[in-house]
């Protein structure tokens, strides 16, 4: 298969893998297009460093020059926040490669691409979901079919309410994904802890979130997700999330922003309507849910 040749595993994932050892999946789209410049670099490595601390490897995932990169050095972290780069989600995949552009993965290309090379643990700060007005507008992220058919368990804040929460809700229990609650038995809105949804399940440990996926694997499950609260003194008051994410999305629509640069838009305004404050809360729940994740996969390998 011709793609073989553009898939390259950074030699310490690879021997993670080999050994069994605990290996942590990470995302590019938050670094490229979810985050601003510096504090999208200082996360990425800030990310690396905690799945480091907790003894696991970090495997960033990305496309760059058309290669398919599973864990990537300083300088190509580097590239993809100082160089164009695309929003890959999985239909991109393939152009990408052929092109030889620079790509950042989407919650959907990147278990997709932790999958093919043997990774089952995977941290984000949010899911993609069913946006709000779907019913007109048909937008569903890709993120969603993906977990429903790839067996990887990722680590998130849960969704934000940009997104039609109920609605995502039920699109994942359609399709058989466990939605766990770490340490909580409601659904976190990513900026706050509180969605007013519930749960399948709640865990409190590592270990009970690891035995949850080995059997949702054993009995041929795909996907699953662990969502973490915002840690409490770092969660934006709720209503002042709700009014900023209202304005954003309603701007959007004004501007006529949809589809792939929804998101982006919206966290960029977000953050200016919060004076920042969202932006805290973004990088704390992402460490947040990075360590969860780490230690997740330690409970996994062991
Ligand atoms: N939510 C965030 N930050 C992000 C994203 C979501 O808080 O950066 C990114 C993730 O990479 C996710 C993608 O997979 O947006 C979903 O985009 P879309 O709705 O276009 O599928
Ligand atoms: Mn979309």
């Known amino acids: 298969m011709t793609q073989e040749a553009s898939l390259h595993i950074a030699p310490a994932v690879q021997a993670a893998l080999d050994a069994g050892r605990p290996v942590v999946a990470l995302e590019s789209t938050l670094i490229s297009h979810g985050l601003p410049a510096p504090t999208n670099l200082e996360t990425a490595r800030g990310l690396e460093a905690v799945v480091r601390e907790h003894g696991a490897t970090p495997a960033t995932i990305a496309i760059l020059h058309g290669q398919i990169r599973v864990g990537l050095d300083d300088a190509a972290l580097r590239t993809l926040t100082t160089e164009p780069v695309r929003k890959l989600s999985r239909r991109d995949l393939a152009a990408a490669v052929v092109q030889e552009a620079h790509g950042a993965t989407t919650v959907a290309a990147t278990m997709w691409i932790a999958h093919r090379v043997g990774i089952r ?15 007109e507008t048909w937008d569903v992220s890709a993120d969603l079919p993906e977990l429903a ?39 976190p809105a990513f900026y706050t802890p509180h969605s007013g949804l519930s749960v399948d399940a709640r865990v409190d440990t590592p270990a009970q979130a690891a035995a949850i996926a080995r059997t949702h694997w054993a009995l041929g499950g795909r996907g699953l997700l662990v969502t973490v609260p915002v840690p409490p003194d770092q969660a934006l008051a709720a209503q002042a999330a709700e009014d900023a994410l209202a ?50 996969a330690c409970a996994l390998a062991s």
């Not at 640069?261 to 919206?266: G, H, K, N």
């Open 149 to 187: 058919q790839t067996p990887v368990l990722v680590v998130c804040a849960g969704a934000k309410s940009l997104l039609d929460l109920p609605k995502t809700r039920e699109y994942l229990e359609t399709w058989g994904v466990p939605v766990l609650g770490y340490g909580t038995a409601e659904l």
């Open 121 to 135: 643990v995977f941290a984000t700060g949010g899911i993609g979901g069913v946006h709000r007005g779907a019913g």
């Open 247 to 296: 304005q954003a999305v309603a701007e959007a629509e004004t501007q006529g922003i949809g589809g792939a640069r929804l998101t982006p838009f919206v966290l960029a305004r977000v953050k200016d309507l919060t004076g920042g404050e969202s932006l805290r809360a973004n990088v704390a729940l992402l460490l947040n849910n990075t360590a969860v994740a780490a230690q997740i």
